[in-house]
């Protein structure tokens, strides 16, 4: 079966850093997403991703944070100068359809840890 | 916006039913998911409703939605102490931006 795959599975960075987090989504998904899990919280939305631009972003996706889709089947999120608060699980998704809202699968995963 | 509120923690004997209760709030909600997440692990899609369901059986698993109340539950039938993770809750309104609740922790005893 298909499945979203995150690389690395633990980042460790130290505070003011740049970090870039990898995501190979399902091969022929349209939309991709980035959310993010601090220890012991919800899982808040980031950003989504579509035809090679942003579609939507929430209020914790600022000048820090980057998406790029670079060739044709990553997904990166940068972020530019870590600090203590990025560390948090970090997690990709995709879905298949355009225009029709549709189930969105998950990867593994990112944990990254900002010392 | 969208907020999606559940219960934190949940305990139930091998073999029981387990039923996990969220709320929320956006009337404009189209689908809502049940994610599974053991620990360590990332999110595991468990199954979804589209809000013109009520009801959404899917084996061992029960998926019940009261859009009057903006109520969705989940049921376990013969819960197993594999079943032991936490179970989110999520709505999507349309926007491709999930909102989660806070997860409940289901515990299975032997």
């Known amino acids: 079966e298909p499945e979203v795959t995150q690389t690395p599975s633990h980042q460790v960075t130290q505070m003011g850093q740049e970090v870039i987090l990898r995501c190979v989504p399902i091969s022929n998904h349209l939309y991709f997403y980035w959310y993010r899990q601090i220890l012991g919280q919800k899982v808040e939305f980031l950003v989504s991703?579509?035809?090679?631009?942003?579609?939507?972003k929430s209020e914790i996706f600022d000048d820090q944070f980057s998406v790029e889709r670079p060739d044709g089947s990553n997904f990166t999120l940068k972020i530019r100068s870590t600090k203590l608060e990025d560390s948090a699980m970090y997690f990709c998704?995709?879905?298949?359809?355009?225009?029709?809202?549709?189930?969105?699968?998950f990867g593994p995963g990112t944990r990254l840890t900002v010392l | 916006g969208e907020d999606v509120e559940q219960s934190l923690f949940l305990s139930v004997r091998e073999g029981d039913s387990s039923v996990i209760n969220c709320t929320y709030t956006d009337s404009s909600s189209t689908y809502l998911y049940w994610y599974k997440q053991e620990p360590g692990a990332g999110l595991q899609l468990l199954t979804y409703i589209f809000s013109n369901m009520d009801m959404k059986q899917d084996q061992r698993l029960t998926v019940l939605l009261n859009k009057k109340d903006k109520h969705l539950s989940l049921r376990i039938a013969d819960t197993q102490t594999g079943d032991s993770a936490i179970y989110f809750c999520?709505?999507?309104?349309?926007?491709?931006?999930?909102?989660f609740g806070s997860g409940t922790r289901l515990q299975v005893q032997p």
């Open positions: 998704a995709s879905t298949g359809t355009s225009g029709v809202t549709d189930t969105q699968y």
């Open positions: 999520a709505a999507d309104t349309g926007r491709r931006a999930l909102t």
């Open positions: 991703f579509y035809n090679n631009e942003i579609s939507e």
